[in-house]
């Protein structure tokens, strides 16, 4: 501050405003002498998905278009500049204008999280197809003999390959496919992807018992099976709207899909079947296909919800 630096040095600020300016040219011409530290500005995949999830979240919650907005702009560059023109292949790495392919679960773990995610935005059932795709493939390519716990990685660059189930600086990529596993199999009614989820859990369950600090998400997900988690399907034009509404209150026991037109409730079958109703916009709100009384009001949803939970306790 030269006003500050004035009064310390007792001399009017005038003068030392022309010493302050010619001290930092020179500093700034010895700098760029100096070789330049490296800066670290690749892109990496699976930290952008972590990004992408809470964006389009938050976007539910705030309603910030401009959230939308990134999310959407990260999305479609993840998917044109990091992936196979078949979008078969994802790469770990970007960097001016290079990708480097590693084959690590958490990319694919990743992906898979946010075309769930997004598809919980948008309601565009092709977004979800996709991410029970990758569900099956997955552990094709990451897959072990004997056990539901998935390999780290399959890249013949690394000098191992192993099953990592704990937290890290990143969550367990094998937690957060078991999560994933069982959001899917709510939302589509496919109840061997919940059973793929809790032999997951089942295979930790002794980790967790001797350090539990290390495996908040698999903990997450032990919650989603110890409590009544809800299927909810929102059938009407203004199925948008309302999921955006549910979440106004922090309800974490649900999935939610939607269909904004009749064509469009086609799939999954068993969240749409005989719920359309013209002119209406209807919220069934469900446990493992059996439901509440539909309502057009995304609060009295949550207050079946509620008291869902409060029966249960």
């Known amino acids: 501050d030269i006003e500050e630096t004035a009064r310390a040095l007792h001399r009017p600020a005038d003068e030392i405003e022309p010493i302050i300016a010619r001290a930092r040219r020179r500093l700034f011409d010895a700098r760029r002498r100096r070789v330049r530290p490296a800066t670290d500005d690749k892109i990496v995949f699976s930290w952008n998905c972590l990004a992408l999830e809470a964006l389009y979240h938050a976007y539910l919650v705030y309603e910030d278009p401009a959230l939308l907005q990134a999310a959407e702009k990260t999305f479609h560059f993840l998917a044109d500049s990091m992936m196979d023109a078949d979008r078969t292949h994802i790469y770990h790495v970007y960097r001016e204008g290079r990708r480097h392919k590693t084959n690590l679960l958490e990319d694919y773990v990743g992906w898979m999280r946010v075309l769930t995610a997004r598809y919980e935005v948008f309601f565009d059932a092709a977004d979800l197809r996709e991410a029970v795709r990758w569900a099956s493939e997955i552990p094709r390519r990451f897959g072990t003999e004997g056990s539901p716990i998935l390999l780290t990685s399959t890249g013949k660059d690394l000098p191992f390959n192993t099953a990592e189930v704990s937290d890290n600086v990143i969550p367990s990529a094998n937690a957060r496919y078991a999560a ?21 859990l089942a295979a930790v369950i002794p980790f967790i018992e001797r350090g539990p600090g290390f495996y908040a998400q698999w903990l997450s997900l032990y919650a989603d099976f110890l409590t009544p988690f809800y299927e909810v399907a929102l059938v009407g034009p203004k199925a948008r709207q309302h999921r955006i509404t549910l979440e106004k209150e922090f309800f974490p026991f649900k999935v939610c899909a939607g269909c904004l037109e009749k064509a469009q409730c086609q799939w999954p079958k068993a969240m749409f079947e005989n719920r359309w109703v013209d002119g209406k916009t209807l919220i069934y709100s469900c446990i493992d296909g059996t439901c509440y009384a539909p309502t057009p009001s995304p609060e009295e949803a949550l207050k079946q919800m509620r008291k869902g939970l409060q029966t249960t306790k």
């Open 180 to 200: 994933a596993m069982y959001r899917l199999g709510k939302l589509t009614y496919q109840p061997e992807l919940v059973a793929r989820a809790e032999r997951m």
